[in-house]
């Protein structure tokens, strides 16, 4: 690409009319710009006529930018970006997390030439917005991304070149942002990911910066309310809920849901939250508020997940078939669970040493001996599927069907609810005869194969619907394995 941007550009149209016009080409699109194509087409972005729509006026811009987390960083993005951008007739352009683009600067002419595609402030450039582009790209795989010329979906873009890369909140995590330099696609150079990777980055340590600063400060105006608290368990919280001094040490996660004024621990109590003027000061009252533990077993997934108190417990198959079989059945004994979880050929004596594991791991007040049960309140996603079912709430048991029960077990408890539950799924969805509820079927394992379903989906829906056209692509598939 780099000894002849233009004619590689040329390649790149070649391949792109051969992909939208559904012909065979012994070229093909890298893959980031192919799924990026096809998210950009179900949001019904047209090749060839699109334009990033303005959403923000002028007016407006200022307050957006004071406010925004990027906003003290951008000395440093343009010290490090701009003398390139200048140099290689490029612009810097930085974004907010849904794509509105904030700031725009660099050379001259290349921002003029912008303004007149609609790559500039204001504008809009998620990919459901402008089709495939770099800042949208980058948001939508929270990944850098290049974007060469015919590799933007939209044909008004073709002579352009960019490159993004997400910025993130060192605080949250979460995407706050991008940072772009786009140009004509003369001047591509693949240096250009690297660096705005690199300024990304930077930005990333400087807010890490200001955001140790911030704490410092709030211990320092704050500790005192922390002491006053004479011993009892407390600690003082970030804006956003980060812990940032805690007594005593390991009494809470790294962070605390600050959205309600009241906070659960882990050992079950309740903590009280009161405003500081940067944060939040966390306080355990006296008395001990005793609560029964809740645990929430997701078996339904690829692979099962137990939560106990908004704390994920790592899980064996074998400890997930047992909470599966005493979330089923109540109470059981030793001899039968080892009928349940091994047949005929199941031994007591094993499974009481699983289950003393199990106990150990989760606890005495989870599970109990004499006989075995669960004493927590569970909440399972099968047992929600069984109970939709037997109220006959059809897309509720569809919805929170998600998969095969289990997937890798051979236990004899597991098969017989697995096949009870896909059964029944299937059978309510296809006599209902709701094309959501056979969708959202046909998604899972026990469904996706299912030519009967598939076939009632592609009647139901229209023809316009994109659903109908992935429905009848999975039927031919089918016959032709058939």
């Not at 504008?123 to 010329?149: F, Q, R």
């Not at 390991?250 to 906070?263: E, F, Q, Y």
């Not at 077993?297 to 400890?319: A, Q, T, Y």
């Not at 026990?446 to 039927?475: W, Y």
């Amino acid at each position: 690409m780099t000894h002849d941007p233009v004619q590689h550009a040329l390649l790149l149209s070649r391949v792109r009319e051969a992909v939208l016009s559904d012909t065979r080409t012994a070229d093909s699109p890298r893959s980031v710009i192919s799924a990026s194509w096809q998210r950009s087409l179900a949001a019904n972005v047209d090749p060839d006529l699109h334009t990033a729509p303005t959403v923000f006026g002028a007016d407006e811009l200022p307050d957006l930018r004071e406010r925004h987390p990027l906003h003290p960083t951008l000395p440093l993005l343009r010290e490090t970006l701009l003398g390139f951008a200048q140099e290689a007739q490029h612009i810097m352009i930085v974004a907010d997390a849904q794509g509105h683009i904030l700031w725009c600067e660099g050379d001259h002419h290349t921002r003029t030439r912008a303004e007149h595609v609609g790559l500039a402030e204001g504008t809009l450039w998620s990919e459901d917005a402008a089709g495939t582009n770099g800042m949208g790209t980058a948001l939508a795989t929270n990944s850098p991304v290049t974007v060469h010329s015919a590799e933007h979906l939209v044909r008004t873009y073709h002579h352009w070149t960019c490159a993004a890369s997400p910025i993130r909140d060192p605080d949250t995590g979460t995407t706050i942002g991008v940072v772009d330099l786009s140009g004509p696609i003369e001047t591509v150079h693949p240096s250009m990911v690297a660096l705005v990777s690199a300024s990304a980055r930077l930005a990333e340590s400087e807010m890490l910066a200001r955001m140790h600063a911030q704490d410092e400060e709030l211990r320092a105006r704050n500790m005192r309310h922390l002491i006053a608290l004479r011993g009892e368990p407390g600690a003082l919280l970030s804006p956003t809920g980060r812990v940032v001094a805690v007594e005593p040490y390991g009494l809470l996660p790294s962070r605390v849901d600050v959205s309600r004024d009241r906070v659960l621990l882990p050992d079950g109590r309740e903590a009280v939250l009161e405003t500081l003027a940067q944060g939040y000061l966390l306080r355990v009252p006296r008395q001990r508020h005793v609560r029964r533990s809740v645990l929430s077993l997701s078996f339904l997934l690829p692979e099962p997940k137990v939560v106990l108190d908004g704390r994920e417990v790592p899980i064996s198959l074998r400890h997930a078939e047992i909470l599966c079989a005493l979330a089923l059945h109540g109470r059981l004994s030793a001899d039968q669970l080892a009928l349940r979880l091994y047949g005929e050929r199941g031994n007591p004596t094993t499974v009481r040493a699983e289950l003393h594991r199990l106990r150990a791991q989760l606890g005495a007040d989870v599970l109990s001996t004499r006989p075995y049960r669960l004493t927590a309140d569970v909440e399972a996603d099968f047992l929600a599927v069984r109970a939709a079912l037997q109220e006959g709430d059809v897309p509720l048991a569809a919805c929170r069907y998600r998969g095969s029960l289990l997937r890798r077990s051979e236990a004899p408890v597991v098969l017989a609810e697995r096949d009870d539950l896909a059964t029944g799924v299937r059978k309510a969805v296809l006599s209902r005869g709701d094309a959501n509820a056979l969708w959202t079927f046909t998604q899972t394992d026990s469904g996706e194969h299912d030519a009967e379903a598939l076939e009632q989906l592609v009647r139901l829906l229209p023809a316009d619907d994109v659903r109908r056209a992935i429905g009848s692509a999975r039927l031919r598939r089918l016959n032709q394995d058939d």
